[in-house]
C-alpha cells in the first residue's frame, strides 16, 4: 500500500487546495457543504455582492445587465446535481498525466437553486447565426502559458436546455466563496469544468470558441498533435462507502466477518442507472445489487446497496460497477489520454476480512 | 518548481481526503465552512442527533447524561477561535515524516458557539484526585497497529480554562459534519488534535491518559526512543495571501511592477500576535507590516499588511514572519522532529515581477 508514486511537489500543491469527497459522504444523498468536491484553477475571487453584476451580450438583439436581486426576483428552479471532475481518477493512470492528482472520489451532490438559464437566454434574442454561448468567471490566472480568466462555451442548444442553472444557492444557503459565489453556472449531466463559477458575462457568439478550456485543456487525444473530442458529459461511474473501519495511514480496510451492508452511488450524465453490480474477488465474479433511483432527481446519483456474507479471513479486494440505460457499463482498466478525463474504471476497494 | 517529492500513494491518499485552506482564504477573518482545514483521523461518522447522548463521568460525584437540546439550552458563549494542524508545514521538513503531507496552509479561524465546559465539568464535582479529563469521539480506526475510538486528554487546569467550549454551531450554523456533528471540543490556543470531534464522552481520570493519541501520536521527539514532549499550544506563525495571479500547475505568482498590498494573517496560542515583518528578498532584509489585532478576539488570528513596492521585473520570494508577546517569532528553517509537528518556519512565496 505504500507505493512511492512520485507524486510532484506541484502535484502536492494541488492536492492540498482542491479536495474530494471523503468516500463515506456517499452516505449522504446530498454531499454537505464542504465535502463536496471542489476544483479550483486560479484563486477563489473575493467578491462584492452589490457591485457584482452579470453582463448578458454578444450576437445578440437584447443585450442585457442583471444584478443578484434581478436573477433573485426571476422564479427558481431548485436541482439536485450529481458532479464530478473531468480529471477523477487521473493519479490512477499510468504514465500519469501532471495535474491535480485525484484518485476516484472527486465528486459530490449539490442541491443547486437559481433561474433557468433558458428564459434569460431568449429574452436577449439570440442572433440567427448564433452557434455557442461563452460562460467567463472572475477567476484569472496563466494555464498552459495562457493568461486567461476561466472561461468556457456550450453549443447554443445544451445551453437552451430546460436543465441549466444559474445558481446562486447551494443546499439552501447562498453559494459558498469556493462554489462561486454568488452566481455560478449548473449543467445537469455534464463534468464539473462546465459549471462555470464567480460567472461574470454570458456571450452569444457565431464562430465556435476557441479558448484555452476548450481548445486545449479538457480534450481526450493521445498526444499534442491530435485535436481530439472536447469532454462533455459524465461517463457511467459508481462508487462505494469503503466498509469497516480504516487504517490511518494507508486507508486499508478492517471488516469484522459476517454480514457486511455495503451502500454507494452511481451516476451518468447520458442516461439513468439501470444496474450496479458488486464483486468481492477483485472483478472475476459479480451479482447485482440492489439500486435505488428517484425518478424526481434525474440528475442526481442512484443510491445502492448490497448485502455481502464476509465467511472467510484475509484480504479480498471489492469492486463495483454500473450500467446506465445506453447500455454504458464501466471497464475493469482505465482507458488512458494525454490529460487523464474521463476515467470511470471501476474502484477497488482493499479490505482485510477478521 | 517541479521537484519530485516522491510522495507515496499513502500520502496522496490522505492529501485526498483531507484538505488545507486555499491561502487566498485568509482574506475572511472567519474561514467560510468548506474553506477552514479539515483532518478526519478515521471516517466522519454519520450521527443521529436524536439518539446522540453525551456522557460525562469517571472520577466524578454526580455523572451525567446530556442531549443536544440540554446542551442547547445551558448559557452560550461563541468564540471566534483560529485552529492549525500540529502537523502543519510537515511535507516540508526533510527527511518528510510520512503521514498526512501539509504544506504551510493546514489552518482556519471559525466562530464556535457552545456550551462553556467548565460550567458542566464543575456540576459534575471531579473527585480530589483528578488529574485529568478524557475525550472521547466517536470515530473509529486503526493507527499505528492499535484499534482505538479518536481520545485525547487535557489537564484537569486546562480543561477547566474559561475558553473551553462543547461546541454544536460554526458560523452560525450547526456543526457540519466533517467538524464534529453534532458536538466538539474547541480548546483555543492548541493544535487541532485537541479539538475532539463527534463527542460522546467526556471521562475525569485519576492518573494521566495514556492513550495512542496523547502517549505516541503528537508528541515532539527525534526518535522513537525518546519519550519526548506533548504538542500543546500552537506555535507563533503567520501566513500571507499570494498577490498577484496563479499559474495553474506551478501555483508560481506572477505580480505586476507597482505598488502590491500584502495582506496576512499571524497567530500564537501563547499570546497577542505583537510584531509582523515582510521580507522581499527571501529572508535578508525585513520591514515591518502593519497589525491589526482585534482585542474583542483573543484568539482568533490578527490581520496585518505592507504595502509593497515591485519595482525590479523577475523573480524574487516573499516571507512574512510573525512574533507574539512572548517573544517566540518564527525560524527562517524548520526544526525537525519525528512526527512533523509545530513546524512554523515562515512562508515562502516565489513571485515573478513583470
Aim: charged content about 25%; hydrophobic content about 40%; aromatic content about 8%.
Amino acid at each position: 500500500m505504500s507505493t512511492e508514486s512520485g507524486i510532484s511537489l506541484d502535484e502536492l500543491r494541488l492536492a492540498a487546495r482542491n479536495h474530494a469527497m471523503p468516500l463515506e459522504a456517499l452516505r449522504w444523498p446530498i454531499t454537505p457543504v464542504g465535502l463536496h468536491y471542489l476544483l479550483v484553477h486560479y484563486d477563489v475571487p473575493l467578491v462584492d455582492p452589490i457591485a457584482w453584476q452579470l453582463e448578458i451580450g454578444g450576437a445578440v438583439d437584447k443585450p442585457s445587465t442583471l444584478r443578484l436581486d434581478d436573477l433573485r426576483s426571476l422564479p427558481a428552479v431548485e436541482l439536485a446535481v450529481t458532479m464530478e471532475c473531468a480529471g477523477n481518477g487521473r493519479a490512477l493512470l499510468e504514465p500519469r498525466p501532471i495535474s491535480q492528482p485525484w484518485l476516484s472520489e472527486a465528486v459530490g451532490t449539490g442541491l443547486w437553486r437559481g433561474a433557468p438559464l433558458v428564459a434569460l437566454l431568449d429574452a436577449t434574442v439570440p442572433s440567427e447565426r448564433a452557434v455557442e454561448v461563452v460562460f467567463t468567471g472572475l477567476d484569472r490566472g496563466v494555464e498552459g502559458e495562457v493568461e486567461q480568466r476561466y472561461e468556457r462555451s456550450l453549443p447554443l442548444d445544451a445551453a437552451r436546455d430546460a436543465g441549466c442553472v444559474l445558481a446562486y444557492e447551494l443546499n439552501g444557503a447562498p453559494l459558498p466563496p469556493q462554489h462561486g459565489f454568488p452566481l455560478r453556472l449548473v449543467v445537469p449531466g455534464w463534468y464539473g469544468m462546465t459549471n462555470v463559477k464567480w460567472l461574470s458575462a454570458i456571450t452569444v457568439v457565431e464562430e465556435p470558441f476557441s479558448g484555452y478550456q476548450v481548445a486545449t485543456g479538457y480534450r481526450v487525444r493521445q498526444n499534442e498533435d491530435e485535436e481530439g473530442r472536447p469532454v462533455t458529459h459524465m461517463r457511467t461511474r459508481s462508487l462505494m462507502v469503503p466498509p469497516g473501519i480504516p487504517d490511518f495511514l494507508t486507508r486499508e480496510r478492517i471488516v469484522d466477518r459476517g454480514p457486511v451492508d455495503i451502500h454507494g452511488r452511481a451516476w451518468s450524465g447520458r442516461a439513468p442507472i439501470v444496474r450496479v453490480e458488486v464483486s468481492v474477488d477483485g472483478g472475476t465474479t459479480w451479482s447485482d445489487a440492489r439500486v435505488e433511483r428517484d425518478p424526481d432527481h434525474r440528475w442526481a446519483w442512484a443510491g445502492w446497496s448490497y448485502r455481502w456474507e464476509a465467511a472467510v479471513e484475509g484480504r479480498c479486494t471489492l469492486c463495483c460497477r454500473a450500467t446506465d440505460e445506453t447500455g454504458e457499463t464501466q471497464p475493469l482498466e482505465p482507458e488512458w489520454n494525454l490529460g487523464g478525463y474521463e476515467n470511470n474504471a471501476v474502484q477497488r476497494i482493499p479490505v482485510i476480512v477478521r
